[in-house]
């Protein structure tokens, strides 16, 4: 069996309050071991055919490799957006106690 990895998962929100909802549905269904909720940034995009900007607020998803498809479908689910930005990667080099708390967490020991 190959060693597990981690993977990360960015993914922008409207308001800190939704990215907490959302990221407490994530923890409860173990798909996450944790959200960094980073803080506003500025989006700057075409929409509709209009160059627009607003302010989000940042997230960063810890997960095992193994729940990354999964969470992401999932966070697509739960987002507010009809069309959220959400880009997942896999992580093989991390901390081995890191990563034997990612896979507590998720559900994924067995990997």
């Known amino acids: ?3 597990p990895n981690g993977a990360m998962v960015w993914c922008p929100f409207p308001d800190r309050e939704s990215a907490r909802e959302v990221a407490g549905i994530l923890l409860d269904e173990k798909l996450i071991a944790c959200a960094n909720i980073i803080g506003q940034i500025e989006a700057i995009f075409e929409w509709n ?3 627009t900007s607003a302010d ?3 997230v960063l998803f810890k997960t095992s490799e193994s729940r990354s ?3 992401i ?5 739960c987002h507010p957006y009809d069309t959220p930005a959400i880009f997942g990667w896999s992580c093989g080099q991390m901390h081995p106690a890191t990563m034997a708390w990612l896979l507590q967490q998720t559900g994924s020991e067995t990997e």
């Open 1 to 3: 069996m190959p060693d």
């Open 49 to 51: 055919g209009d160059r």
């Open 56 to 58: 989000e607020v940042a």
């Open 69 to 71: 498809e999964d969470l």
């Open 73 to 77: 479908q999932r966070l697509g689910d």
